[in-house]
């Protein structure tokens, strides 16, 4: 390959200093400067190309980072739906058998009550009571 001449001015300390760096490394001075002035434009070649495909490198990270958000999302979505079934079905499994536990209460007592003192009775306390019951649902802050 023919080289070119380069019939450059440089400030004197950048010339002692190639020269220095020739003697004690043992190359030419050419050499030496092609190495720097090759390496010098592999570096701007390099920083323009990530100037040029930085704009690229950030919009494939955005877009990945919303993706993965975006799963979690929705696998956080999926846990809480159910958890809150898990929860539904449990609060419906206590209310069966606060209900089943409501009647079997409900049907003891007016037995004893029967047995103790009359059917009549227990009849009467059991109207009064399922009256007085509906009440309170129907308001329960008015006591």
């Known amino acids: 390959m023919v080289k070119k ?3 450059l ?10 020269q220095d760096q020739a003697a004690r ?6 050499a030496l400067l092609e190495e720097y002035i090759a390496a010098g434009l592999a570096r701007d070649n390099g920083e323009l190309i990530e100037q ?10 955005r877009e990945e980072v919303a993706k993965a958000i975006e799963e979690l999302r929705e696998q956080l ?5 159910k958890s809150a079934r898990r929860s539904d079905d449990r609060l419906a499994a206590l209310i069966v058998k606060a209900a089943r536990s409501a009647g079997i209460a409900q049907r003891m007592l007016y037995s004893y009550i029967g047995k103790a003192v009359n059917t009549e009775f227990a009849t009467k306390m059991y109207e009064a ?6 009440k309170d649902i129907a308001r329960p802050d008015e006591k």
């Open 77 to 81: 979505s999926a846990d809480l739906q």
């Open 5 to 7: 001449q380069i019939g």
């Open 9 to 18: 001015r440089v400030a004197p300390h950048l010339k002692d200093g190639l």
């Open 25 to 30: 490394s043992g190359k030419a001075e050419t």
């Open 129 to 134: 009571a399922k009256e007085a019951t509906g």
């Open 52 to 61: 040029n495909s930085l704009p690229a490198v950030r919009q494939a990270v």
